[in-house]
């Protein structure tokens, strides 16, 4: 058993709406420089822990450590940069491709060069002609992947990927995962992946946290979801678990 | 006009409400509030004037004007009740507004200060402040709420709140103003405005009417821009905490 750094931890961390509890009481660590990919039911509060970790979210009682640092001592601006999300639904901004890769520099008042946004197109497996085409008019996969570029220009320490080969075919999924890969290998990046897809949970990850109804059930090297201790992960890796 | 004429108007009355009747439409309660609250209000109006202009007091002008803005304010922040202390920004909103043309009115000399002036051209500024503000929360919670994940994404990737919701703002702002910049490019062709006509029945020059109405919509023109610009920019910090997250809204 490998003792990792953490990159983030969370210390007994509870997050709710309108007083239901959603995630909680959560302790644990991503570790640093690794992919964790982080699994469980549909609802279970994986974005949610996600948008905690980058301060979309603030949690209601508990403390979150970045670098053994406290959450809070970030500027949130400055924290988000450090800690960069690709969402879920994969949002666009009215414009072009161009206009949403260019945006993360933009709001640092900073432009992005083309060539560079050509390049970035590339890495996620799109040809440069889309540079120019409407967002509005891009698939959900072609959405997803211009998404995924969008997050990696801030070349964040953290990165946190919320399904973001969902609406992907299987040698664009290969592509993706493949890039992620490297750039955690070169940059030493921490990834925190959330999957519903378990085979790409076991091969793309190093550590694993499965979440079942905002609990915090295992976590571990991520073999542990080829045979778990555990009885409802049991039942969710079979498919029992909605 | 004499007491039989006006009692006569209420023909006018009677048209839309046997037509109802006949018609099924079940508009008959809500005629008849509308008649009696219009010509109860009205008439209290006319006499408070009567007696304001009498007294010749600028107490009274002031009282009357804090009475339509309380009304105003009290009207336009039924809307907007998703944005926390929409009530006092709405009142700074047409506070600012009625001082800032009140100041440019009277600083100018451009019309006369008496309450003869004063109040009427106070009360249009004052309900169209409230007209637009309605107008613009209704947008702008209405984009807010359609675009809320464009602005987590905006807020995920570094950006601040004003950048976050800069896109809904400037929409919000330009949908409820061009309302009253259009209206006026077919000012006098399609209908003449109502002040303007009144004026003329009452029996002024028609050339003078006319000098006057282009002062109110030159009026209404700034009254627009800066109620919807100065409630915007007041109402989009309070959507967000010092954390800059958005915070919830109340779906009530
Ligand atoms: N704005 C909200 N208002 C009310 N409930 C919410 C809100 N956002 C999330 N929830 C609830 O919180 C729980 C966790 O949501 P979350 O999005 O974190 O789940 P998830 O694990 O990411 O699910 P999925 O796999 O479907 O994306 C869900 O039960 C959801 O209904
Ligand atoms: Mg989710």
Redesign the interface.
């Known amino acids: 058993m490998t003792i990792y750094e953490p990159a983030i931890h969370f210390m007994d961390v509870r997050y709710s709406?309108d007083n239901k509890p959603i995630v909680g009481p959560i302790t644990g660590s991503f570790p640093s420089g690794r992919i964790t990919t982080l699994v469980g039911p549909s609802g279970a509060g994986k974005t949610t822990v996600l948008k905690l970790c980058?301060?979309?979210?603030?949690p209601d009682s508990g403390e979150i450590l970045i670098d053994g640092q406290s959450a809070?001592t970030f500027e949130?601006?400055?924290l988000?940069?450090k800690v960069?999300?690709a969402?879920q639904?994969a949002?666009m901004?009215?414009g072009t491709v161009y206009d949403n890769l260019a945006?993360?520099l933009r709001?640092?008042k900073k432009e992005l060069p083309e060539p560079d946004a050509i390049s970035w197109l590339e890495d996620v497996g799109l040809s440069g002609d889309y540079l120019h085409k409407k967002a509005s008019e891009l698939s959900g996969g072609q959405r997803q992947k211009v998404s995924i570029a969008?997050?990696l220009i801030?070349r964040s320490d953290i990165l946190l990927m919320d399904e973001i080969t969902s609406a992907l075919d299987k040698a664009s999924r290969r592509e993706i995962e493949s890039l992620i890969t490297r750039i955690n290998q070169k940059y030493g990046t921490t990834i925190i992946w959330i999957t519903h897809n378990l085979e790409q949970a076991i091969s793309i990850g190093d550590y694993t946290w499965v979440l079942i109804s905002g609990e915090l059930i295992e976590t571990g090297d991520s073999h542990i979801l080829e045979d778990p201790a555990d009885e409802r992960v049991r039942r969710f890796v079979k498919g029992e678990l909605q | 006009m004499s007491p039989l004429a006006l009692f006569l108007t209420l023909i006018f009355v009677l048209i839309p409400l046997v037509l109802s009747k006949t018609l099924n439409l079940g508009l008959e309660r809500d005629t008849i509030i509308a008649t009696v609250r219009s010509i109860t209000q009205l008439f209290a109006v006319g006499y408070i004037l009567k007696f304001v202009f009498d007294s010749d007091g600028y107490l009274y002008i002031l009282l009357m004007i804090a009475l339509m803005i309380f009304a105003a304010v009290h009207n336009a922040s039924k809307k907007g009740k998703a944005i926390p202390g929409i009530l006092w920004k709405i009142t700074v909103t047409i506070v600012v507004v009625e001082l800032l043309t009140q100041a440019i009115l009277l600083g100018f000399g451009i019309v006369p200060a008496t309450a003869q002036y004063i109040i009427p051209i106070s009360g249009m500024v004052v309900g169209n402040s409230m007209v637009l503000s309605i107008l613009f929360l209704n947008r702008f919670t209405a984009e807010l709420e359609a675009n809320q994940n464009r602005t987590e994404l905006i807020l995920s990737l570094g950006g601040t709140p004003k950048q976050a919701v800069h896109t809904q703002l400037t929409d919000s702002i330009k949908a409820s103003t061009i309302p009253t910049i259009e209206s006026q490019k077919t000012m006098g062709l399609v209908q003449l405005p109502g002040m303007m006509s009144g004026q003329i029945i009452a029996g002024a020059d028609p050339v003078q009417a006319v000098q006057f109405q282009l002062l109110i919509l030159f009026l209404l023109l700034t009254t627009a821009v800066v109620s919807s610009i100065l409630l915007g920019f007041l109402s989009y910090p309070s959507l967000f905490n010092e954390r800059m997250q958005l915070i919830r809204q109340k779906n009530d």
């Open positions: 709406i980058n301060g979309l979210l603030s809070t949130p601006t400055d988000r940069r960069g999300m969402l639904d949002p901004v009215n945006l993360p709001l640092q969008r997050t801030n």
